[in-house]
């Protein structure tokens, strides 16, 4: 039973690890050490509740509400305020089919608020629902569209017209 149990949660972690290092990479604005980091953690809690995961509707959707969760008490604590330096260390770079395009959105995704940074990724990112969202952060549907608003405003005037000049025709 305990290894099947086991044999379960890697195919899991096989199947879902890629994904949710992705999301926490944009969590996390490019941060891929803090993005490992989350996802390790994720991981770990995923484990620990695997035994109970049957009554778990969706694990796949329940482990990026655990990333999730981990990015925003992450950013709670006051270790999060260390900010990177002006470059990146060797071998930390952005997809090379278009870094320009990459590092300006994650540029712009690092000066929105944890909360917000994690209501753009879940639901334009992941493609979930404002209520998914909401259920995900902890909030009302309400304050998720508020977010939603609010973040792709402050997006808008970050970007202003430089964002068009990336985007390919």
């Known amino acids: 039973?305990?290894?099947?149990?086991?044999?379960?949660?890697?195919?899991?972690?096989?199947?879902?690890?890629?994904?949710?290092?992705?999301?926490?990479?944009?969590?996390?604005?490019?941060?891929?050490h803090l993005a490992e980091d989350l996802v390790q953690e994720t991981l770990g809690r995923m484990y620990v509740q695997w035994g109970r995961a049957r009554r778990i509707d969706n694990p796949a959707a329940y482990a990026q509400t655990v990333l999730v969760r981990i990015f925003l008490t992450h950013r709670r604590r006051r270790s999060a305020t260390e900010r990177p330096l002006a470059e990146?260390?060797?071998?930390?770079?952005?997809?090379?089919?278009?870094?320009?395009?990459?590092?300006?959105?994650?540029?712009?995704?690092?000066?929105?608020?944890?909360?917000?940074?994690?209501?753009?990724?879940?639901?334009?990112w992941e493609d979930r629902s404002i209520e998914e969202t909401a259920i995900a952060l902890?909030?009302?549907p309400a304050a998720v569209r508020t977010r939603c608003v609010r973040a792709l405003g402050r997006l808008r005037a970050l970007l202003g017209g430089s964002i068009t000049e990336f985007a390919a025709p």
């Open 1 to 32: 039973m305990r290894t099947s149990r086991a044999e379960e949660f890697k195919e899991f972690a096989a199947a879902r690890a890629s994904h949710l290092y992705r999301s926490a990479c944009l969590l996390t604005s490019g941060d891929v």
């Open 88 to 124: 990146l260390p060797e071998g930390a770079r952005a997809d090379p089919d278009d870094p320009a395009l990459r590092m300006t959105l994650l540029r712009a995704l690092a000066q929105l608020a944890p909360k917000d940074r994690a209501v753009v990724v879940l639901r334009y």
């Open 138 to 140: 902890q909030v009302s």
